[in-house]
């Protein structure tokens, strides 16, 4: 291949490999009239210089002179008449080696001349061109995202104005080392592992092509199918996650995510930093949205987040302490067992201050005033966190009755049951066992709640489909048979993945989605009831939610919150944190906690939900019509606008301690030149590259009118972020 | 259903277009629009969780007191503290109710008590053979939803303040250039009818989007961000969007040119006070009503965090106190305005909470309330319905913790504001379909 390469170029661009010396009779060496032939010469001194006639940049030529006329045959050698040239022009040893320079000289002829040293007038000469050196390809990567690619090849001999060529097109070079070139071009790749040939070719002169090298890349999903599972799973694609997911498929990105470990918030110290040294609020959002913007377990981090608006709790009552150790149980569980989960939401005690499990006492008469046990949470937790109001097919449908009545799914007895069977709980102590006095008036923020038996409740409590708590029953045993009794009720699979897809995927899952979910649910293959991984992998990969990887128009979708909305911008424009020393270290990051203070404005902020339903509640319909759309319950024609400002804020004066580069010089400024192709990139990072034509097509318009490259960037990123296409991922 | 997305949808393509029919999506125009001119507002303050009518207002006859405070124990409210009634003798108001008990003490405020979500009227025996029963009583999603729409399920799409937007519309505003609508704290069932939707508003922030790229671009950027909105590809999120969006882009111009150069009122609103801040926007509306061209208007504000199941004495006396001031300071607002007896404000909540306590001195969910009416149209200073009586067990007892069961139909209550409206008794009963299972449409409190 080598071979062939060089004599394709040999024949397009060599010049004759020896050329005639230039001769140059000096006769004698009176007065420098011009000898004729006439003349009775004295033996003339000739010199002929022979050689190849051209050099490409970092060999060597070997040229040889000739003297005639003389027994003194040495000669000096000079490169553009300088005695053993220089390194502009080349250098020359006594021997007439010449060492072509380093680059290309101006113009790209030097004369080499061979000086007679028995009569310096007696020269010969030769025309030298010098060349750029035959490049040399020894291997290459392709890595980018439909129709995108960027191309590196590695070999050596590239100079500047080298070009790589990809499958006959010439890629965009974006930098040239002598060792390494890069270039960008666009491709049509199947799915599947396609063998990509590179060549690179040097300009004039000498201009020459390497031999192939091939690249191999692997497209195991479309850009849109890796953006949109992205969107689905991350709290906002990057170009670089969207590149790893088209080269490790979908699931072989769940599968990784399913296998890192967990980012978890550090617990608030005893003594708090300074910016909650009296509210201790900022710290927790500050280590929220820290790991929220910046972990790598973004699918973990994803699922945990939904749960958080299932299992809603909140700082508007609950200490922060709690809140983060309550962060960190939805964290830990997000990939374990359901029934694992609410037990871990039932003991913990943020859950216990927030619905009053915590401290609450068997009914019994105290100070001669007769008290129930509180059914704050035995009501939420069927009600909200696992069940619903009404008896559930598998599919998430209610079931009806002879008069097409929905049925309730437990009675106002059931709830004080469950409320009854919940008594007896309160902090624990320190080391994290049972306090000696009921309530425990030392918080344990953090560790789960312990029970102390003489505040349960031990009478008999029928619960749902019957079962019976025996009477006599500690408060452990009547706990673990009522999450019992409720995670085995029938309702609990299609609920709670109706809620799931419902925050990850779509707020309108086809009843049959939901049901081929909830099956999972129900047994994931191993007689497993609850297993989240696979209920979670089963709503990722589901046919329904990967129906827009190839349809654009496939019905779906769900309204961005203002949260998630938000964290798309900032992880998508590249938004990095400012303070002056990063690390989980909230003193350092502290305008992280002042992030949700922007989303607040839209009435979200991060575990600040002003009651247990959530910021948004699932079951809302969009007004006028039948379309229940949870995320809507927030749109409004006053928080539309707030947006509209959020928006203009983002891409104008930026997040307060967070920098960005949107600029004529930033990434986007230098592409911004043609309009089309930034509007395309923005497509991709926020679009998954489904940008509507018509909707390209009037954002290119517009922005071809502006001539600052850097207000094109905001321009364009704004029309992007503001339309209900962007703001409605499907 | 179809139908009315359908409808709605083509009104949003219109308006997302800058249509200059003059077609609006919350009534269309009628040529046979009575003409009225006077104005009549009606304001809703939702008390969201649940508000425990129990120590809202309290018996303060001595026999009466004695059995509260017997059974409420931790909760009782101290005799001496309670803010009698002139004209009610036998009862006296939270202490932190100072300004409801001045203005019931004038004649501007009434109390319609132990009123409640009902199908028809409904007794202790009655609930416990479950007959003709709201839905899911004492769930607050679910009860919300019923005070909200005068239905028997929270499944009923439309509110009765939606429902009478869309009768009234046309015949009252003509020329409103806002829906008859507004809501200061979100959306809601309330809001919502067949035809109309409301208008949203962020307290203090009546005008439209900021932007910062300067006049020009800044006015094409709006231009190109509106032709966006006209773009359909058939996704219904995206078409609602579209139509939120676009009515959002319309409604903050006209609602911005319309409150540019209104005078700031004199009345001073409380501070740090979130209903406060609603309330004083729509006074601030009720002021340009003539420039938005409307004559009947209705308001939704609202106010959260009343599921008080634990420590309830501290988080329920917090919450009237910022109830108490900022009414009586909208009250002034609609003075100064010269409307005082052209507004009429009432309060909504969940359900009352029970009359027993629970064992984390709260109160768990429960039923019948005590609501505050007030306005000088209110025929104030008296207390309407039925008090019931506060016996665990007893007959306004749905169970043995004190949930009353309501004397009156939160759809009477509501029926009775409508009427004063302007809803005829021939519009009745399409606005609320089971008004006629009760003994009387209209309470008299107003």
Known sequence: MRASGFSRACRRTFFPAVAFAVLTEIVGCSSGSNTTSTQNPPPAITVAVTGSSSARLGTTVQFTATVTGSSNTAVTWQVNGVSGGAAATGTISSAGLYTAPAAIPNPNMVTITAVSQASVGATGSLAESILNPVPTASSATVVGSGPSYTVTVTGAGFVSGAQVQVQGTTATTTAVSPTQITATVNLTLGMGTTTVPLTVSNPDPGGTTSAAVNAGVTITATVAAAARLLD???????????????????????????????????????????????????????????????????????????????????????????????????????????????????????????????????????????????????????QLFSMGLYLLNPDGTPQLDGNNNMIPAYTQDQVQAFARAYTGWTYATATGGS??????????????????????????????????????????????????????????????????????????????YVSRVSA?????????????????????????????????????????????????????????????????????????????????????????????????PPEYVIPGTATNAPEFSLENTASAVLRLSLANTVVYSGISGFKVDLSATSTLGTIASNPGNLVDTLGMMFMHGQIPADMRTSIVNHISTLTDMGQRVRVATYLVITSSQYKIEH | MRVNRRSFIRCASLAAAGNAMGLRPFGALNALAQGATDYKALVCVFLYGGNDANNTLVPYDTAGYGNYATIR??????????????????????????????????????????VGTLVEPTTRAQFLANQSLPSNLFSHPDQQLEWQNAAQSGSTPTGWAGRIADALSTSYNPN????????????????????????????????????????TECGAQLATAQALLTFDTGLTLVQADDSITSNAYRYAQILTAATKSVAKLQTVFPSNNGLASQLAQIAQIIQVRAALGVNRQIFFAGIGNFDTHSDQLTLQNALLAQISPALAAFYAATQEIGVASNVTTFTMSDFSRTFQPNSNTGTDHAWGSHHIVLGGAVNGGQMYGTFPTLALGGPDDSGSNGRWVPTTGSVQYAATLAQWFGVTTAQLPTIFPNIGSFKTSNLGFV
Not at chain 1, 294 to 309: I, K, M, Y
Not at chain 2, 189 to 215: D, I, K, R, Y
């Open chain 1, 232 to 382: 689905q799973t991350t709290f906002g694609p990057t170009l670089t996650d969207i590149q790893h997911v088209e080269n490790v498929g979908l699931a072989g990105y769940l599968n990784e995510q399913f296998q890192m470990q967990p980012t978890t918030l550090a617990l608030i110290a005893a003594t708090p930093p300074t910016p909650c040294a009296t509210n201790l609020i900022p710290c927790l959002q500050s280590e929220w949205w820290q790991a929220t913007l910046t972990a790598p377990d973004q699918l973990r981090q994803r699922v945990a987040f939904a749960l958080a608006e299932m299992f809603v709790v909140s700082t508007n009552s609950v200490n922060s302490r709690a809140v983060v150790a309550f962060q960190n149980t939805l964290v830990n569980d997000a990939f374990g067992n359901f029934s694992t989960l609410m037990n871990d939401v039932t003991l913990s005690p943020a859950m216990g201050a927030y619905l009053n499990m915590l401290n609450s006492n068997k009914p019994g008469t105290v100070n001669g005033v007769v008290q129930i046990a509180n059914e704050n949470y035995a009501r939420e937790l069927m």
């Open chain 1, 435 to 512: 306090a000696t006095k009921f309530p425990n008036g030392t918080a344990n923020y953090t560790m789960p709640m312990a029970a102390v038996e003489s505040a349960h409740d031990t009478a008999a409590k029928t619960l749902l489909n019957g079962a019976i708590l025996p009477a006599g029953q500690t408060a452990e045993q009547d706990l673990a048979g009522a999450l019992q009794n409720i995670f085995n009720h029938p309702n609990v699979g299609p609920f709670v993945c109706k809620q799931l897809i419902q925050h990850l995927v779509a707020s309108n899952p086809s009843a049959a």
């Open chain 1, 520 to 616: 999972v649910f129900a047994n994931n293959g191993n007689g497993v009831r609850g297993d989240m991984k696979a209920v979670i992998t089963g709503i990722l990969l589901d046919q329904e939610a990967r129906a827009g990887d190839t349809d654009v128009n496939a019905p779906g979708g769900h309204l961005r919150e203002p949260v998630l909305w938000l964290t798309d911008l900032m992880r998508g424009l590249g938004f990095t944190n400012n303070d002056v020393v990063a690390g989980n270290d909230v003193v350092a990051n502290a305008s992280y906690s002042t992030v949700g203070n922007y989303t607040s404005t839209l009435s979200q902020k991060p575990y600040a939900s002003g009651s247990v339903f959530n910021f948004f």
């Open chain 2, 73 to 114: 124990g931790p909760l009782a409210i101290a005799q001496n503290m309670l803010l009698p009634l002139t004209s009610a003798p036998n009862f006296a108001l939270n202490p932190n109710l100072p300004d409801i008990q001045t203005l019931f003490n004038n004649k501007n405020a009434a109390i319609v008590t132990n």
């Open chain 2, 176 to 215: 409103g250039t806002v829906p008859m609508i507004t809501s200061v704290a979100g959306d809601t069932l309330f809001c919502n009818g067949q035809s109309s939707t409301p208008v949203s508003v962020s307290p203090g922030n009546l005008g439209g989007a900021s932007c910062s790229e300067g006049t």
